[in-house]
T-cell receptor
Framework: SQKIEQNSEALNIQEGKTATLTCNYT??????LQWYRQDPGRGPVFLLL?????KEKRKERLKVTFDTTLKQSLFHITASQPADSATYLC?????????????FGTGTRLLVSP | GAGVSQSPRYKVAKRGQDVALRCDPI?????LFWYQQALGQGPEFLTY????????KSGLPSDRFFAERPEGSVSTLKIQRTQQEDSAVYLC?????????????FGPGTRLTVL
């Protein structure tokens, strides 16, 4: 079965720096991959989606890359702010069901210090 | 409200009790999902509805778990004879259609604690 790996250790960075979070998967590439943000006590909130044939996607200070050779997606937050502190979840979808069955990684907690 | 709502937000049950968790999706959303999230883990898929039809229930952990969406809007997740391992946050999400490449909109979750 497919396995998704995100760094379970928290990532601590200084305000203004770029945060880079990693999502690795096994076996064959997903049709697309989504990234979500989750704050304590809340449900995940959608951030970005990148398809298998896309190398990079941007939205404001966010950037997602998708490398099917490395079987990896990287999520970048530039000019990070304390408000960016949250857990970030990657969710690949292999498209092998007729609907969007998300399989989430464990998430990486990001802490941005002022 | 404009978002997905869930009730109750917190539920404490004694082992062996039955519980019912409610999800109100965004109006008009065709697809509805239930996920279970254990502490420190990502959400895990439980079941999926397209309108009133339950198309996938492969993630339900046991036959004690039952979900329904009789009129294609509100959904209820029922857990019978709760066990301590059922303690988790139960998340509901909805999606405008059954087509992929759409984001899912999540509710705040119901935190279930089984004593």
């Amino acid at each position: 079965s497919q396995k998704i790996e995100q760094n379970s250790e928290a990532l601590n960075i200084q305000e203004g720096k770029t945060a880079t979070l990693t999502c690795n998967y096994t076996n064959y590439s997903p049709a697309y991959l989504q990234w979500y943000r989750q704050d304590p006590g809340r449900g995940p909130v959608f951030l970005l989606l990148i398809r298998e044939n896309e190398k990079e996607k941007r939205k404001e200070r966010l950037k997602v890359t998708f490398d099917t050779t490395l079987k990896q997606s990287l999520f970048h937050i530039t000019a990070s702010q304390p408000a960016d502190s949250a857990t970030y979840l990657c969710a690949p979808n292999w498209g092998d069901t007729g609907f969007q069955k998300l399989v989430f990684g464990t998430g990486t907690r990001l802490l941005v210090s002022p | 409200g404009a978002g997905v709502s869930q009730s109750p937000r917190y539920k404490v049950a004694k082992r062996g009790q039955d519980v019912a968790l409610r999800c109100d999706p965004i109006s008009g959303h065709v697809s509805l999902f239930w996920y279970q999230q254990a502490l420190g883990q990502g959400p895990e898929f439980l079941t999926y509805f397209q309108n009133e039809a339950q198309l996938d229930k492969s993630g339900l952990p046991s036959d004690r778990f039952f979900a329904e969406r009789p009129e294609g809007s509100v959904s209820t997740l029922k857990i019978q004879r709760t066990q301590q391992e059922d303690s988790a946050v139960y998340l509901c999400a909805s999606q405008p259609s059954g087509v992929s490449y759409n984001e899912q909109f999540f509710g705040p979750g119901t935190r279930l604690t089984v004593l």
